[in-house]
């Protein structure tokens, strides 16, 4: 199989940080605020492989560190150690050690982001068509009649009446929006998709069909993805593998089937009962 | 002797920096360089930053043109004229196109093609192309320095959704030498082709943002558009498919500005650039009545001399 990420003791540190900040904190500890200097370790050596057409789940309570380590990974925040290689059409990407220029050009054209929020992912000031133009243009695609196109096959194909495509998004319902913006983070193609609580806040069938979607897209494309949510049903459905984190620490991670049939660690086992 | 009676208005050192500085914007190509904009005895905005420039780059025995609009009469033209008649001892003002060493301008560029011994200087208001998609300018010079300008071709994406064609109508985002779009100033989309390749050196100067750029001569000037819809300039067609011309000169190759005429109410037409609907009018042996005579075009050069 080909590797397609692979992410080596990322860490995350708000504040200036000090010796004993990764001693003092952790599950153990049921903190993740230094008792020293006050900093929040919001990850800390979170390592792992992600490969071709792979959809990998990080799952944990809200402040677990589960958004931060993918955000670092888009380059929406910098990590403050720790590195990750991108394998990607014969080269290897040091993520960390690439320039703005670089990272952007991966950002654009090779990785996709599809938030909680569609503000966040959305420009709400132009059309949902102008949204993937917006996409296709970072990565250099100067011809309209050919974005048009592209454009109308996304949307087709996230379930968007094309004929809607050039009305703004706010006119739209939240799951709508949703489409839009997993249409978008699709525009290049991407080999590589992140999917930061993609379903939360929607009602259950429209649930339903966004996850119904995202697999396929797996399927067809053979997209790896990584999937951020606390939402069990969610892991269960996508997730072939699973992280689970808690205080910005990865406490148990390996088949999603196995973590939740016979989770190891005792926090594991009580969000697993507390929700089946 | 006082800063207001010495030549060229500004001190020394304040003219050396902006020499220095539209050095600068020569060296990169529709790079916004950021000077130190001074004040002048003028609001800003009535094109300071075109004046500064001008006042720093004129010598003696050279001969300058101002045009605002295309004419060398209109309010902001002959103020900024007679100004720096008053503050440059020994340069000489004309509004002939091909007598002038160094011509501002505020909203359009002259007709006749510049030579390479002229420079041409546009007042600017708005330097930044990208402040209509960004308001923080810290992330506009990250998209510069990144050639990223893919925000504004949404734009235009959005108004050819919208309108079926590109509604920019001045202001026009030209991209220069293959990286730094700029604002090439409050020209119609008619003059973005004669910044391609120019003879002249263009200097722009805005004079309320502190920034001077510069497209400098013989360098690529391309306007932003789409492969498929190309850019395009004003068409002045009428509903028979005839170009329009001049009612004055019967110029059919120049831009025309659109009046009202007060007695018959029907639209007339005429040219923006006054200088050359004047040389066509000499040229032709055509005159009309409505034509402003050679003995006015002196009346009107000694009321500005």
Same mark, same amino acid.
């Given at each position: 199989m080909d590797k397609v990420l692979e992410v080596n003791n990322l860490s995350k540190i708000y504040g200036k940080g000090c010796f004993s900040c990764f001693e003092l904190t952790g599950p153990e500890y049921d903190t993740n605020i230094c008792p020293q200097c006050g900093s929040v370790i919001a990850a800390h050596d979170v390592s792992f492989d992600l490969y071709k057409g792979e959809i990998l789940g990080i799952m944990g309570e809200s402040g677990s560190g589960k958004s931060t380590a993918v955000k670092c990974l888009y380059f929406d925040q910098e990590p403050s150690s720790g590195n990750a290689t991108f394998f990607d059409e014969g080269e290897k990407y040091d993520l960390f050690e690439l320039n703005a220029a670089q990272q952007r050009r991966l950002v654009n054209q090779r990785f996709g982001m599809v938030y909680q929020n569609p503000h966040l992912g959305l420009n709400f000031d132009i059309s949902s068509g102008g949204n993937i133009a917006e996409r296709l243009l970072m990565s250099e695609v100067k011809n309209y009649s050919d974005i048009r196109l592209r454009a109308t096959n996304l949307l087709t194909r996230t379930e968007v009446l094309t004929e809607r495509m050039d009305e703004l998004p706010k006119n739209f319902s939240g799951g709508m929006q949703q489409r839009v913006q997993i249409a978008k983070a699709l525009a290049t193609n991407p080999p590589l998709l992140f999917l930061d609580?993609? *379903? *939360?806040?929607?009602d259950l069938s429209v649930q339903a069909a966004i996850l119904d979607l995202i697999l396929e897209i797996q399927q067809e494309q053979q997209t790896s993805m990584i999937v951020v949510t606390h939402d069990l049903g969610v892991i269960r459905l996508l997730a072939g593998r699973t992280l689970v984190m808690k205080y910005g620490r990865v406490i148990e991670s390996g088949l999603t089937d196995q973590i939740l049939e016979d989770p190891q660690h005792a926090y594991t086992q009580r969000l697993v009962a507390s929700a089946l | 002797m006082g800063a207001s009676n010495h030549f060229g208005f500004l001190d020394e050192y304040a003219k050396k920096e902006i020499r220095r500085t539209a050095l600068k914007a020569v060296a990169i190509p529709g790079y916004q360089v950021p000077y130190s904009s001074r004040e002048m005895p003028m609001g800003r905005g009535f094109g300071t930053g075109g004046l500064q420039l001008t006042l720093s780059l004129l010598g003696k025995g050279e001969t300058l043109k101002v045009i605002d609009q295309g004419s060398d009469d209109s309010v902001n033209a002959v103020n900024l004229r007679s100004f720096i008649e008053m503050t440059c001892s020994g340069v000489n003002t004309t509004i002939s196109t091909t007598e002038a060493d160094v011509i501002q301008s505020r909203h359009r560029i002259p007709e006749k093609d510049l030579r390479e011994d002229q420079l041409l200087v546009l007042q600017v208001p708005y330097p930044d192309p990208l402040i209509v998609v960004e308001a923080s300018e810290n992330k506009r010079k990250t998209l510069h320095g990144e050639a990223d300008y893919s925000r504004l071709l949404v734009k235009l994406y959005e108004d050819i959704v919208k309108f079926d064609e590109i509604t920019i109508s001045h202001r026009y985002p030209t991209r220069i030498n293959d990286h730094y779009v700029i604002d090439p100033s409050p020209i119609p989309r008619w003059d973005v082709p004669k910044l391609d390749q120019s003879p002249a050196l263009v200097l722009l100067g805005a004079g309320r943002e502190k920034k001077i750029y510069a497209v400098p001569p013989y360098t690529k000037a391309e306007p932003l558009a789409f492969e498929d819809v190309p850019f395009r300039v004003e068409d002045f067609t009428d509903k028979d498919g005839q170009r329009r011309r001049c009612q004055r000169c019967d110029c059919t190759t120049s831009f025309l500005d659109e009046f009202i005429d007060s007695k018959s109410g029907e639209k007339i037409y005429q040219c923006s650039d006054t200088d050359w609907c004047n040389e066509q009018s000499t040229n032709s #042996?055509?005159? #009309?009545?409505k034509e402003i005579t050679a003995d006015n075009i002196e009346i009107v050069e000694m009321a500005n001399g």
């Open positions: 609580e993609v *379903t *939360t806040g929607l | #042996s055509v005159m #009309s009545d």
